[in-house]
């Protein structure tokens, strides 16, 4: 996206470099990085990134109305609704991906957006490797609105602890030591201080959870959510028995609070209008179908990394569901084939973390991390057999 820096970037990459670069991830916790680590990051100029910016903070405005939390109240599915939410979600995360414009021109598309926490921790460590291996320009960071690797760390460990010590304070998953993101668990152990925690290891007493610190019963005053509902639904009978433990009125504080996943996210897509955001509208609000459905992409509300998605979308794929209040048709956006690689260009999406801290009337960008794809959508189905994909950062123009 930057010419003269990615063809510089290009000219002086090696496959031993890349592989050094592999090494550095994996040494702090070896087998742990499951999922593909691309070649290369994504350099982004100051327009652009102010297009992302721009762009997030139009959402912000919305997600701060004090009309927000009643227009979403039916994004929670029933029977889903967590007890003691808060007025906020401390984490956001906001998809774009890079397209082209009727006009040829660069611009970022919202592709979806989480209240939810990310790989927060795992990036930290990937900066730190990429500048250990490659050379990044001076005038160029991952961290947004002047963070530094201290000052963001510092923020996000205020955010998960609150006013608790980190072994009062968990990271909640199911069979954490089994998901393809455990790396981040990890990190943000290293980081922050806190255990990722099984939902199955929960000990409940009264109002009260606690959970085995070594071999100890200690206290969970404030849980790191990492539950996906839609994997928890997925589990054995058992698994989800033990899960419904979360439905209780329970002595925690959460962060971000489950109900904020469902809030903020696709379901929130049509409640805004911005050049950024692809037009989308709730199936049931539809009058007629489109004749031009090839401009469509066609999503379940509540599903997660893309389970789901009918990207060719056919009438009778639209005449097929039985529940149209919880689907949602989007405009399609064209992404660029921007990242020049060795192997034929890439696509990619880039994601921007906002941190909300207690107390603060809004939320602030932080950091960033980015994707690849030469496939027809972002993720590991898609790129399988492919190079120059996968996981990665995006550096940004100061």
């Known amino acids: 996206m930057v010419p003269q820096i990615r063809t510089a970037y290009n000219a002086s990459f090696t496959q031993e470099k890349y592989q050094d670069y592999l090494n550095e991830l994996n040494k702090a916790h070896p087998g742990a990085l499951e999922f593909r680590v691309a070649e290369t990051p994504v350099f982004c100029d100051k327009a652009f990134t102010q297009k992302m910016i721009d762009a997030c903070e139009s959402i912000v405005d919305v997600i701060v109305a004090p009309s927000f939390k009643e227009e979403s109240a039916r994004a929670i599915p029933e029977g889903l609704n967590v007890p003691g939410e808060n007025d906020y979600s401390h984490f956001i995360a906001f998809d774009f991906g890079i397209c082209e414009n009727a006009e040829g021109e660069l611009e970022p598309q919202l592709i979806e957006m989480q209240g939810f926490p990310t790989i927060f921790a795992y990036q930290i460590l990937q900066d730190e490797a990429m500048r250990k291996h490659f050379f990044i320009p001076d005038n160029f960071d991952s961290y947004l609105n002047g963070f530094t690797r201290q000052t963001h760390l510092q923020l996000l460990k205020e955010i998960i602890l609150g006013r608790h010590q980190p072994e009062n304070v968990v990271l909640l998953e199911i069979f954490p030591e089994k998901q393809k993101t455990r790396i981040d668990f990890f990190c943000t152990k290293d980081y922050i201080g806190i255990s990722p925690v099984c939902i199955t290891s929960l000990i409940k007493r009264g109002r009260n959870l606690y959970y085995a610190k070594d071999g100890i019963e200690t206290e969970i005053k404030r849980i790191y959510n990492r539950v996906i509902f839609d994997d928890l639904q997925q589990q054995t009978p058992e698994v989800q028995k033990k899960g419904k433990i979360l439905f ?41 179908i489109p004749v031009d459905l090839e401009n469509y992409v066609l999503k379940p509300l509540f599903s997660f990394a893309g389970q789901g998605v009918i990207i060719d979308v056919t009438k009778k794929d639209i005449e097929k569901v039985k529940d149209p209040q919880n689907w949602i048709l989007q405009q399609k956006v064209k992404y660029a084939e921007i990242i020049q690689t060795p192997e034929g260009p890439a696509k990619a999406e880039i994601r921007i973390f906002y941190y909300w801290k207690d107390g603060e009337a809004r939320p602030v960008a932080t950091h960033n991390l980015a994707r690849l794809s030469k496939g027809k959508m972002i993720g590991v189905r898609y790129n399988k057999d492919k190079t120059w994909v996968g996981g990665t950062i995006a550096y940004c123009e100061k």
């Open 248 to 288: 209780e009125d329970l002595n925690v504080e959460w962060v971000p609070h489950p109900n904020w996943f469902f809030r903020i996210s696709k379901y929130t897509l049509p409640f805004i209008q911005h050049s950024f955001v692809p037009e989308t509208r709730f199936l049931s609000d539809l009058a007629e």
